[in-house]
């Protein structure tokens, strides 16, 4: 997980409180993912970055809003916790690598959200 | 809804033993990844393959992709107890890749 941490590692809330959870990385990546993992799912991504102030939409973005407003800062935040967002957080980066454009992910440890 | 769905979800074998794991998925894609993920931890990139590509290995890694049958499958050859862990295939889709989406995941448990 070198050059990408998440802050809180485990946090527990109640409903209706807000959360904010924070993706730091020191390797000036374009690009940063927000995903939730849930079993039987496997990882849904949830809003991504490509540039400072620039983001958009994942298939499970209900509930979720995200800010950069620096390179290494993604910050992903729950305006008002729900129980059905109790659920492990990842965050990844990544850089386009090669001419076509694959993008491969290097991961956090990830962030353990429960929401009471 | 999921791009990728992997097959077997569970799979317990010996030492010693080849495994195989199975990603179909739904899209034209601009490539497919495969992902391992240790219990409580994050994921780590194991190898890429591209849509013009049928074949790559990597060590003890060997990954297939049949773009026709919308297909690929990961093998890990000589399998060792190290290599317990939950694996997932990743695709990218063409005009979109840079929103990688993941399948469910194969549980694999190899016994000394």
């Known amino acids: 997980d070198a050059g990408i941490t998440q802050s809180p590692r485990h946090k527990v809330t109640e409903t209706g409180t807000p959360v904010t959870l924070r993706c730091h990385q020191t390797e000036n990546h374009r690009y940063m993912y927000w995903y939730r993992q849930d079993p039987g799912h496997g990882l849904r991504l949830i809003h991504y970055s490509y540039g400072v102030k620039d983001t958009d939409k994942g298939e499970v973005s209900d509930g979720y809003s995200v800010s950069r407003s620096k390179t290494e800062d993604f910050l992903l935040t729950l305006e008002s916790a729900t129980s059905s967002q109790t659920s492990v957080y990842f965050c990844?980066?990544?850089?386009?690598?090669?001419?076509?454009?694959?993008?491969?992910?290097?991961f956090g440890a990830g962030s353990r959200l429960t929401v009471l | 809804s999921q791009q990728g769905e992997e097959d077997p979800q569970a799979l317990s074998i010996q030492e010693g033993e080849n495994a195989t794991m199975n990603c179909s998925y739904k899209?034209?894609?601009?490539?497919l990844q495969w992902y391992r993920q240790n219990s409580g931890r994050g994921l780590v990139h194991l190898i890429l393959i591209r849509s013009n590509e049928r074949e790559k290995h990597s060590g003890r890694l060997r990954v297939t992709l049949d773009t026709s049958k919308k297909s690929s499958s990961l093998l890990i050859t000589a399998s060792r107890a190290a290599d317990t862990a939950s694996y997932f295939c990743a695709t990218a889709p063409s005009g979109g890749y840079n929103k990688l989406i993941f399948g469910a995941g194969t549980r694999l448990a190899v016994h000394p």
């Open positions: 899209t034209s894609i601009n490539n």
């Open positions: 990844a980066i990544s850089e386009t690598t090669g001419g076509s454009g694959a993008n491969v992910l290097t």
